[in-house]
């Protein structure tokens, strides 16, 4: 059963994982916490965590700062984006890969490129924040969820439109939405954790400590969680 050993091979993976895990947490908590200047340091770093909020307290708080609320609003609206996008995606790549085995062989792929990718952006990054500035970086990712989803979403409404392409290209319909599909969640997902994330947390700048910390906690708690919840209702 090639799915069978396969699966094998990755609960391998995952208990040797979490014993290194183990041995490393182990290593930190007898070697390097005992040293007092890493100790000093740690004791400095763990008075700077930031304040918990309960949902009320973050939407009070949303609501009495505009600043924050907008800043809200982007993380939500991304994340009923790509959750919309992916879901949508992760349906049609069942219909295509029946076999477990091929779905787990495109989907460790998936996540290769998607590493590689996001590595090379981050690094272009640097660049783009030089460059062009924070407004141009703050746009990239809007735009690339904005764009490449209506191209996913138009093969996933009008596939007959598209026939003739995936019979130029070799494959079907079916197949060139999943492989669109696949190339805007790793566009997506390599703009978030390099432009998108980093803009977030420069647009913290001009506040206050305290509404730093606290808008941050707020947003933690409310984006994050309505952004997902919020794509799921709308399908």
Known sequence: ???????????????????????????????LLSDPTIGDAAAKRKGKTKPSMSTLQSIRYLASSSYIRNLAMIVIGYGM?????EVTWKARLKAQFTDPN??????????SVTGLLTLATMLASRYIFDRFGWGLAAKVTP?????????????VLA???WAPVAVFLGTTPLMLSVLVGAAQNILSK?????LFDPCKEMAYI??????????????????????????????
């Not at 735009?143 to 093969?155: E, K």
């Open 159 to 161: 596939p007959q439109a």
């Open 1 to 31: 059963d090639p799915w069978g050993f396969s699966l094998k091979l990755l609960m391998s993976a995952v208990a040797l994982s979490g014993f290194v895990i183990l041995l490393t947490h182990r290593h930190v908590e007898q070697t």
């Open 190 to 194: 390599s703009a978030k954790y390099s």
């Open 102 to 111: 091929a779905y787990s062989m495109f989907m460790g792929t998936f996540s």
């Open 81 to 85: 984006s790509i959750n919309i996008i």
């Open 143 to 155: 735009l690339t969820v904005l764009l490449s989803g209506a191209v996913f979403f138009s093969q």
């Open 206 to 235: 001009p506040l206050d400590a305290e509404q730093k910390s606290k808008g941050k906690a707020a947003i933690d708690v409310i984006g994050g969680p309505l952004g997902k919840s919020g794509g799921s209702f709308l399908q």
